[in-house]
């Protein structure tokens, strides 16, 4: 089984056919996958700045 981290391109290019693309562009382009916990359950994303954190967060 590939680790998590191989199906990231996977995640990235599903959200890429299902928001137009200045959405993408603007919210889930430079995301980055940093690491899973909770046995999987839960994933570390490295975002740009604190204003996309904050934004991600909120939504």
Known sequence: ???????WPLVLA???DRVTTDN???WFSRLEFIKTSN???KI????PSS?????????
């Open 1 to 7: 089984m590939p680790a998590t981290k191989d199906y």
């Open 14 to 16: 599903n959200l890429k």
């Open 24 to 26: 993408y562009q603007a």
């Open 39 to 41: 046995q999987g359950r």
């Open 44 to 47: 570390t994303l490295s975002v």
């Open 51 to 59: 204003f996309s954190k904050n934004t991600s967060k909120q939504n």
